[in-house]
């Protein structure tokens, strides 16, 4: 079966230690530190995610289903695709539980020194720093090269050109699954790579290893409670100290209602644009 992470918002506390705001890479591997973490006592750890679980064969595979997938904040507050289109910049993001994870093309590469020139970088996070954590979440996400990606079609036509160019093309690290046929390490059922090419719009066949496999399933199994379709619009800083944080549950396309949470700690991961 699959497993379903969400818990019925109907069983929600009152009050929390900590609210995460956003299941993104942020939010996921947040909560599922923390939620892990050797602390005492054990924090109560609350995650909202605004979209909903995507359990895999749920994602659209039809071009008809596409358009009813897109995101709209009054239409159809519970699609996955969401298309922000700025002066300078055009972003295409996931809404549903593993944010953008659902629905990227899971490259996930150590960034280049150069990066850190920047002036703009904060000087105590250097790549040494990160170093450590690069390797961690390479690991959790279960990143590497595709096994055969010099036999795929579309390696060798960028090959040929980049040898014109006088250099290679060589694959990078991908968070997709080649050899698990079976439960994965954190007990979610996963199957090999089919090369459906279908990444970008879900991955119907288990091996893309979004947030949904990994981090998400581990600040679970830790005792974190993760509530989907609850939309965060604003937080209030409350005179007794700790937040309130105010939404909106959206039980299907039609229908909402509004909430309010207590929290002594609110940590907003919900989209990067935000």
Known sequence: GLSMLALDFAGRKTSYDYIIVGSGYGGAIFAARLASANLNPKPSV????????????????????????FHDDTLNPLGLYEFLNYQDI????????GGTSLVNANVA???????????????????????????RARQVL???????????AKVQALERRAVEFGSHAYPLNINVNF???????????QKPCTNCGDCIS????????????????????????????TEVEWVEKLSTGGWRIHGS???DDLSSESFTLDAKNVVLAAGAVN
């Open 46 to 69: 609350c995650l909202l995610e605004r979209g909903r679980e995507w359990p895999v064969g749920s994602f659209p595979d039809q071009t008809v289903n596409f358009v009813g997938a």
């Open 90 to 97: 055009s972003v295409i993001k996931g809404s549903g539980l």
């Open 109 to 135: 590469i150590i960034p280049d020194p150069e990066v850190f020139a920047e002036t703009n970088w904060p000087r105590t996070l250097t790549r040494d720093v990160l170093m450590p954590y690069y390797l």
């Open 142 to 152: 279960a990143a590497g090269p595709h096994p055969h990606a010099m036999e795929l």
């Open 179 to 189: 050899s698990i046929d079976g439960k994965n390490h954190y007990g979610v059922d």
């Open 202 to 229: 879900g991955c119907n066949v288990g091996a893309k290893n979004t947030l949904y496999m990994n981090y998400l399933p581990l600040a679970r199994s830790a005792g974190a409670e993760i509530y989907t379709q």
């Open 249 to 251: 549950h959206v039980a």
